[in-house]
């Protein structure tokens, strides 16, 4: 437990979710206040009160396979460098945008980078905005117009619901996850019911994501896409919006993501990159035609009511864009593989694997099939029964490996898991060393289970509970 407590973070976020029960226990406190402790409680009640108190990846105790610089380019510094050189390129930068960008907040290199960046993906036109959560608010906000309807993925990022919550589309449906057959199901369902669709004069708008951040599995576009080209007959009314924020810098060539690895540049309407996750740096980009360039300064907010992105941001966006194809790029790219490769090998060649799995201790549904699949994806899903899934947090925390556990409201209630993500600078080592620990816990849980200790919990949750205790905290749950 050395490594947990001397950087404190497991002690801090275990003692933020201690109830403050200001609701009923302090009348003089403004009502206003004591109604948003009353809420803050009821996360506090169910351990899933969220603190900004850690930061584990940069300390030199982590291990981070918890972080999203899958690259590493911030480990490593090479994001800084390559930032830095773009600034000293251009030494007479404004750092003010000076105003939205229709409202004076315009300005060459942002121009120059969007253009550069769309063309280098085979896009006509692209806007930078200042985060994915944003370009998702702005296309799902801007795009549909009345009349038009939204298909989506169940398990589409929370900025694509916020985005959809203020589109103008009639209508909202969900397909099951990557099935292919649902999709296939609800699009015609909705084909038939709308005339105005099936004759070409209104759209089908459908969201998805290149991989999906929880899951780590990635989308079956191909089959998508040709399953809209038959059912729309040439009349081009199904239309794709590809999140591509968990692929964006490792997939495809150069890192250039889903849709050009596939080879659907024309296909799809919209795509968003990120650059705040293998990049390392910041912001977004939404790459289109002119038409939706236009659409997207015209009708989503931001572009009106919010300052433009800056010099130094833009600047870092370019420099991590710069980045994808240079010989470190390609590299980590590769080293994300090796480690993918890895993990899987020693997981499912492991003799206790089947028996973990059997007996619902320990699960990676990506396992299954993982030599068939091309392509591996930096983020692995690890579960285990709910009621023991702190217990194998607290154990790979011990052993200064910081994987993220996942809980509601991020997934639905009974789905947490701990999410394992891997980086450019993770080693071959790190990745064995942390199925090692996994099935040390594992036989930890099967001794207790099958009344082979004397224990009821194990090693690291007894010392955490220990602890717990003498602060008079009370358990440390999931919902
Ligand atoms: C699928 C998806 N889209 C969008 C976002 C938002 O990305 P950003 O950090 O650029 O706002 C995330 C964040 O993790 C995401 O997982």
Not at 411 to 428: E, K
């Amino acid at each position: 437990m050395e490594s947990q407590s001397s950087s404190g973070a497991l002690k801090r976020q275990i003692e933020a979710q201690r109830l403050q029960l200001l609701s009923t226990s302090t009348k003089s406190i403004p009502a206003f206040y004591r109604n948003v402790e009353e809420a803050l409680d009821s996360r506090r009640a169910t351990h899933s009160l969220f603190s900004i108190l850690q930061n584990n990846w940069q300390t030199s105790l982590a291990i981070d396979f918890c972080s999203n610089d899958y690259l590493s380019w911030n480990t490593t510094g090479l994001i800084r460098k390559a930032f830095l050189d773009e600034l000293g390129a251009n030494p007479g930068f404004s750092v003010a945008a000076g105003g939205s960008r229709v409202m004076e907040g315009n300005y060459a290199y942002i121009e120059e980078t969007e253009q550069e960046i769309a063309t280098w993906h085979g896009a006509q036109a692209g806007l930078i905005v200042n985060s994915a959560f944003d370009a998702n608010v702005m296309v799902w906000s801007a795009l549909p117009r009345p009349g038009d309807v939204i298909v989506y993925d169940n398990l589409v990022h929370a900025s694509t619901h916020e985005g959809m919550e203020r589109s103008l589309a009639i209508q909202k449906t969900a397909f099951e996850h990557n099935d292919v057959k649902a999709f296939r199901m609800t699009l015609s369902t909705i084909l038939e019911s709308s005339p105005m669709i099936k004759q070409g004069r209104r759209s089908i708008l459908v969201a998805v994501e290149s991989v999906y951040s929880m899951e780590g599995d990635v989308c079956p576009l191909l089959e998508l896409v040709e399953i809209a080209e038959e059912l729309s007959g040439g009349l081009g009314n199904i239309q794709f919006v590809v999140d591509e924020t968990h692929s964006a810098g490792l997939f495809g060539p150069d890192g250039a993501g889903l849709v050009c690895e596939l080879g659907l540049e024309d296909e799809v309407a919209v795509r968003l990159h990120t650059y705040s996750k293998a990049m390392g740096a910041c912001g977004g980009i939404i790459l289109g035609n002119a038409t939706i360039k236009a659409a997207l300064i015209n009708f989503a907010r931001p572009s009106i009511y919010s300052a433009s992105p800056s010099f130094p941001f833009v600047a870092a966006i370019r420099a991590g864009h710069n980045m994808l194809g240079r010989p470190q790029a390609r590299e980590g790219q590769g080293k994300i593989q090796q480690l993918a490769r890895t993990f899987f090998e020693s997981l499912t060649s492991h003799p206790l694997w089947e028996q973990a799995r059997d007996r619902g201790i320990l699960d990676v549904p990506l396992a299954s099939n993982w030599e068939e699949r091309p392509f591996l994806t930096h983020i692995v899903p690890v579960w285990t029964r709910q009621n023991y899934l702190y217990w194998l947090l607290f154990h790979c925390l011990a052993a200064s490996f910081f994987v993220l556990p996942v809980k509601h409201p991020v997934v639905p209630i009974g789905q947490s898991r701990l999410r394992v993500t891997f980086h450019a600078a993770n080693t071959v080592a790190q990745v064995a060393g942390l199925v090692e620990q996994l099935f040390i816990w594992v036989q930890e849980v099967l001794d207790i289970e099958q009344g082979h200790s004397k224990h009821q919990a194990t090693s690291a949750a007894r010392e955490v509970y220990a602890w717990m205790a003498k602060e008079g905290l009370t358990g440390f749950g999931l919902v």
